[in-house]
T-cell receptor, first 113, second 113 residues
Framework: NAGVTQTPKFQVLKTGQSMTLQCAQDMNHEYMSWYRQDPGMGLRLIHYSVGAGITDQGEVPNGYNVSRSTTEDFPLRLLSAAPSQTSVYFC????????????FGSGTRLTVV | SQKIEQNSEALNIQEGKTATLTCNYTNYSPAYLQWYRQDPGRGPVFLLLIRENEKEKRKERLKVTFDTTLKQSLFHITASQPADSATYLCALPFSGGYNKLIFGAGTRLAVHP
């Protein structure tokens, strides 16, 4: 049982480059979310999805796109990387009831130079 | 706007003592509150969920209280061990549903032998 799998674990981008952070879960969870974590600021919600084909914005969506074509996958796209997007990114999933909390991936550490 | 406050200063305690962490929130009346543990370089791990109609919840050496009048949750670890050293995060749902969580910045706990 893999849980939530994120790839890559580390990435260095140049300003202006684009990339996709991958997230997959094998728990048949309806809800999936992307957070970024910066020192002293905690986790901030970027985008979330309540099911395949349905996505919505969180607190800090600018510069990021998401799609949810299947229940399992929820990729996060950086359109044109900026140094302000240097952060650790976490993908998380939960069941509809949320009774067992969120299951988080191990994170992607992104540096934009 | 909704706000969660956790003590940003690290909590240092002696092994065997009870650790008590605080989570305060404003501008919101959440239906439940969650606590997570995060180790360095890893994603948060769900520990406990307590609902607004539950004053207290226990799981092994963990105890959580939820005071909706004070808008505060207390997280206790009894008989603390060095292995309990980590950052502990509290989380509340954004108004409107289970699928969106807002996280506090976390409190780092260090248990010394």
């Amino acid at each position: 049982n893999a849980g939530v799998t994120q790839t890559p674990k580390f990435q260095v981008l140049k300003t202006g480059q684009s990339m996709t952070l991958q997230c997959a879960q094998d728990m048949n969870h309806e809800y999936m979310s992307w957070y970024r974590q910066d020192p002293g600021m905690g986790l901030r919600l970027i985008h979330y999805s309540v099911g395949a084909g349905i996505t919505d914005q969180g607190e800090v969506p600018n510069g990021y796109n998401v799609s949810r074509s299947t229940t399992e996958d929820f990729p996060l796209r950086l359109l044109s990387a900026a140094p302000s997007q240097t952060s650790v990114y976490f993908c998380a999933s939960s069941s509809r009831t949320g009774n067992y909390g969120y299951t988080f991936g191990s994170g992607t550490r992104l540096t934009v130079v | 706007s909704q706000k969660i406050e956790q003590n940003s200063e690290a909590l240092n305690i002696q092994e065997g003592k009870t650790a008590t962490l605080t989570c305060n929130y404003t501008n919101y009346s959440p239906a439940y509150l969650q606590w997570y543990r995060q180790d360095p370089g890893r994603g948060p791990v769900f520990l406990l969920l307590i609902r607004e109609n539950e004053k207290e919840k226990r799981k092994e050496r963990l105890k959580v209280t939820f005071d909706t009048t004070l808008k505060q949750s207390l997280f206790h670890i009894t008989a603390s061990q060095p292995a309990d050293s980590a950052t502990y995060l509290c989380a509340l749902p954004f108004s409107g549903g289970y699928n969106k969580l807002i996280f506090g910045a976390g409190t780092r706990l260090a248990v010394h032998p």
